[in-house]
């Protein structure tokens, strides 16, 4: 099997009705060029993807000779139309039918509930997606993809298998309350939209979303919602509009995740036009970019050797996360890729210099001896399994609402209410509903779907076990840290903790042969250990009192080092305030790396909790000091 995806993206191609010339020329040389790079073996395309404003105004004339323009694409391509690819932007929609009270309609959306509320009503959906119609119709008798739209009528996805490659694809609508005048900052996906498009995918080995306008046009709400969902799922997110080359950047480091703009493809012929070609190759852990632009002084698309510093004969490679390479990856280089994206991003749009990458904080020397005699204890949260992407724990009881939806568990007036609690973040309240309503079989399958770690590699976690801790606690359900331990480790579970009390914490800890992995609120892997409702966390902590004394012989004896977790938990803020209660200044000092919280937070941690925070700097919303942190701790820092 050869583990290589590329494909060729365009995007705001802009066909009008009349019969254009300038635009002929343009669009004749882009065939040509395309075609000439796959005939020299320079590029093999499995796809073609189209971000938008396929048409100027959303006319039937317009799709007409879109649609003879991408049928020659196919052609050249020598790829079917099932697998091009589109979704709409704004000149898509048809603006004679756009009333003064839609024009006006996205200023009442100011909140996620509203707009959940109208993506679940796909009748009240049709009276916005109307607007779409001749595009609709264009797509239906285009592409065989287009059959297959998610409830709302707004998002579809496909799988693809190239060559045993497991590709996943979702288009997402981010024009269906745009139009005309409705620009940057008024633009609304919808958070509903989104989840459900992913939910309705499995686990692609690569996952690529496309829509027309980069999360950062949407309104404030939506965009928070919007780009944490797709970062947290897709590997790229590919989008149009901005009519800029290339904007080629990295998202976040932790999730990888690389956002690509096409540029526009044609509006006018004298214009900035452009289009790119990436390649994946999943065996060498490299992306290869090729970009492209228009000379008219030629009449020819050429290679672009200006627009980027670090891609001088227009093309640019970039390495692969983990994850998707299999790869051992030092935050060197994650952070030299961040960097040189960030760079050519920020040269060529902003023409100032990036920001310096931050420096790791200093690591107490305390820590380190704690660690190196074997008295230092990972306790590892949700944080820690980010890199893989994995569903966080409101991501995953939102995903577990959606179902109850779909399987008709829900009685009439919940799913408001549902969506109140979601806004809320009163996830212990939602968590024993949705099993109570699924029951134990299906919790416990959508839980494994979810979070069947087996499929997914994290970088944290690699590193993390490479750090010689004497044991780990974790409040996660997935299994990352025993695979990474492999057969040492030892599962303890919350029925194990109880048997064993304060005396077993000793036998444990002087196995030299075995790796405790305490798991405080069990494993998805075992239904009937899971932790989720308040009674669950009073039954543990007043009516079995060895789990208390295994946890508070744990945390006393030892040195525990925080590594992405919150502090929200209320089952271990209680063990913590419990032995700082009863041995305050009588057991050693535990550490936290985090985002710098802030002078009072620190205090607050260390006078309350009886931690140290080692805090560190963001860059680019990259948590990249904190793997750098771990990469000092386990000796592998170049």
Same mark, same amino acid.
């Given at each position: 099997?050869?583990?290589?995806? &590329?494909?060729?993206?365009? &995007?705001? !191609?802009?066909?009008?009705?009349?019969?254009?010339?300038?635009?002929?020329?343009?669009?004749? &040389?882009?065939?040509?060029?395309?075609? *000439?790079?796959?005939?020299?073996?320079?590029?093999?395309?499995?796809?073609?993807?189209?971000?938008? #404003?396929?048409?100027?105004?959303?006319?039937?004339? =317009?799709?007409?000779?879109?649609?003879?323009?991408?049928?020659?694409?196919?052609?050249?391509?020598?790829?079917?139309?099932?697998?091009?690819?589109?979704?709409?932007?704004?000149?898509?929609?048809?603006?004679?039918?756009?009333?003064?009270?839609?024009?006006?309609?996205?200023?009442?959306?100011?909140?996620?509930?509203?707009?959940?509320?109208?993506?679940?009503?796909?009748?009240?959906?049709?009276?916005?997606?109307?607007?779409?119609?001749?595009?609709?119709?264009?797509?239906?008798?285009?592409?065989?993809?287009?059959?297959?739209?998610?409830?709302?009528?707004?998002?579809?996805?496909?799988?693809?298998?190239?060559?045993?490659?497991?590709?996943?694809?979702?288009?997402?609508?981010?024009?269906?309350?745009? %139009?005309?005048?409705?620009?940057?900052? $008024?633009?609304?996906?919808?958070?509903?939209?989104?989840?459900?498009?992913? #939910?309705?995918?499995?686990?692609?080995?690569?996952?690529?979303?496309?829509?027309?306008?980069?999360?950062?046009?949407?309104?404030?709400?939506?965009?928070?919602?919007?780009?944490?969902?797709?970062?947290?799922?897709?590997?790229?997110?590919?989008?149009?509009?901005?009519?800029?080359?290339?904007?080629?950047?990295?998202?976040?480091?932790?999730?990888?995740?690389?956002?690509?703009?096409?540029?526009?493809?044609?509006?006018?012929?004298? @214009?900035?036009?452009?289009?790119?070609?990436? &390649?994946?190759?999943?065996?060498?852990?490299?992306?290869?970019?090729?970009?492209?632009?228009?000379?008219?002084?030629?009449? +020819?698309?050429?290679?672009?050797?200006?627009?980027?510093?670090?891609?001088?004969?227009?093309?640019?490679?970039?390495?692969?996360?983990?994850?998707?390479?299999?790869?051992?990856?030092?935050?060197?280089?994650?952070?030299?890729?961040?960097?040189?994206?960030?760079?050519?991003?920020?040269?060529?749009?902003?023409?100032?210099?990036?920001?310096?990458?931050?420096?790791?904080?200093?690591?107490?020397?305390?820590?380190?001896?704690?660690?190196?005699?074997?008295?230092?204890?990972?306790?590892?949260?949700?944080?820690?399994?980010?890199?893989?992407?994995?569903?966080?724990?409101?991501?995953?009881?939102?995903?577990?609402? #959606?179902?109850?939806? $779909?399987?008709?568990?829900? /009685?009439?007036?919940?799913? @408001?209410?549902?969506?109140?609690?979601? /806004?809320? *973040?009163?996830? !212990?309240?939602?968590?024993?509903?949705?099993?109570?309503?699924?029951?134990?079989?299906?919790?416990?399958?959508?839980?494994?779907?979810?979070?069947?770690?087996?499929?997914?590699?994290?970088?944290?976690?690699?590193?993390?076990?490479?750090?010689?801790?004497?044991?780990?606690?974790?409040?996660?359900?997935?299994?990352?840290? @025993?695979?990474?331990?492999?057969?040492?480790?030892?599962?303890?579970?919350?029925?194990?903790?109880?048997?064993?009390?304060?005396?077993?914490?000793?036998?444990?800890?002087?196995?030299?042969?075995?790796?405790?992995?305490? +798991?405080?609120?069990?494993?998805? @892997?075992?239904?009937?250990?899971?932790?989720?409702?308040?009674?669950?966390?009073?039954?543990?902590?007043? =009516?079995?009192?060895?789990?208390?004394?295994?946890?508070?012989? !744990?945390?006393?004896?030892?040195?525990?080092?925080?590594? %992405?977790?919150?502090?929200?938990?209320?089952?271990?803020?209680?063990?913590?305030?419990?032995?700082?209660?009863?041995?305050?200044?009588?057991?050693?000092?535990?550490?936290?790396?985090?985002?710098?919280?802030?002078?009072?937070?620190? =205090?607050?941690?260390?006078?309350?909790?009886?931690?140290?925070?080692?805090?560190?700097?963001?860059?680019?919303?990259?948590?990249?000091?904190?793997?750098?942190?771990?990469?000092?701790?386990?000796?592998?820092?170049?």
């Amino acid at each position: 099997m050869k583990n290589t995806f &590329s494909w060729f993206h365009l &995007s705001d !191609l802009h066909f009008r009705a009349d019969e254009d010339y300038d635009r002929k020329v343009v669009f004749d &040389s882009l065939l040509e060029d395309i075609s *000439n790079q796959i005939k020299d073996n320079i590029f093999s395309p499995n796809a073609v993807f189209i971000t938008g #404003d396929i048409a100027f105004s959303g006319q039937p004339r =317009q799709y007409e000779l879109a649609s003879q323009f991408l049928r020659s694409l196919s052609d050249v391509t020598k790829l079917p139309l099932s697998n091009v690819f589109c979704v709409p932007g704004n000149h898509d929609v048809d603006w004679g039918s756009i009333t003064p009270f839609f024009k006006t309609a996205t200023n009442v959306f100011t909140e996620r509930k509203l707009l959940s509320q109208l993506i679940g009503s796909p009748s009240e959906v049709s009276l916005f997606t109307q607007r779409h119609q001749h595009y609709n119709k264009f797509i239906k008798s285009t592409f065989p993809w287009a059959e297959i739209f998610g409830k709302s009528g707004l998002s579809y996805t496909q799988e693809l298998d190239i060559g045993g490659l497991k590709i996943g694809v979702v288009g997402l609508n981010s024009s269906w309350l745009a %139009g005309p005048g409705i620009e940057k900052g $008024q633009i609304v996906v919808g958070e509903r939209q989104v989840r459900e498009a992913l #939910d309705s995918i499995s686990h692609p080995q690569l996952l690529i979303s496309l829509l027309h306008h980069p999360p950062t046009y949407l309104k404030e709400f939506d965009e928070s919602d919007v780009k944490n969902l797709l970062e947290q799922r897709c590997d790229f997110i590919l989008h149009g509009h901005v009519h800029e080359l290339g904007a080629l950047s990295v998202a976040s480091p932790d999730s990888a995740v690389f956002y690509m703009a096409a540029g526009a493809s044609y509006t006018e012929r004298t @214009e900035i036009l452009s289009y790119n070609s990436v &390649s994946v190759d999943l065996d060498s852990g490299q992306a290869n970019v090729h970009l492209r632009t228009y000379s008219d002084r030629i009449s +020819k698309w050429t290679a672009d050797v200006a627009t980027y510093s670090s891609a001088p004969e227009g093309q640019f490679s970039f390495q692969l996360p983990e994850r998707l390479s299999k790869r051992p990856q030092s935050e060197t280089s994650v952070l030299k890729t961040a960097r040189d994206l960030s760079l050519s991003r920020t040269v060529a749009v902003a023409d100032r210099p990036p920001e310096p990458e931050p420096e790791p904080p200093a690591i107490p020397v305390a820590l380190v001896n704690s660690i190196n005699s074997k008295k230092c204890i990972l306790f590892a949260g949700a944080g820690a399994s980010v890199d893989a992407k994995l569903p966080t724990w409101s991501q995953l009881i939102a995903d577990l609402v #959606d179902n109850l939806s $779909q399987v008709g568990a829900l /009685e009439e007036g919940e799913s @408001e209410e549902l969506e109140n609690l979601i /806004e809320n *973040n009163d996830l !212990l309240v939602l968590a024993p509903f949705c099993l109570e309503r699924l029951g134990n079989f299906e919790f416990a399958r959508l839980l494994k779907e979810k979070l069947d770690d087996t499929k997914y590699v994290s970088r944290t976690h690699r590193i993390l076990a490479q750090i010689p801790f004497r044991a780990a606690v974790t409040t996660n359900f997935d299994t990352f840290i @025993e695979h990474t331990r492999k057969e040492r480790s030892r599962i303890i579970l919350p029925t194990t903790m109880e048997k064993l009390g304060a005396p077993g914490v000793e036998q444990l800890l002087n196995d030299p042969n075995v790796f405790p992995v305490i +798991k405080m609120h069990g494993s998805y @892997e075992d239904i009937d250990s899971l932790i989720l409702t308040h009674s669950d966390f009073r039954k543990l902590l007043f =009516q079995r009192p060895k789990y208390r004394e295994f946890l508070r012989r !744990l945390f006393t004896d030892s040195t525990l080092f925080f590594y %992405g977790y919150s502090f929200t938990d209320p089952n271990v803020d209680f063990v913590l305030q419990e032995i700082m209660s009863l041995y305050e200044g009588m057991s050693p000092p535990h550490y936290a790396v985090m985002p710098d919280p802030g002078k009072i937070k620190r =205090q607050f941690l260390f006078r309350n909790y009886n931690i140290r925070v080692i805090p560190y700097k963001l860059w680019h919303d990259s948590h990249s000091a904190a793997y750098r942190i771990l990469e000092l701790l386990s000796g592998n820092n170049k």
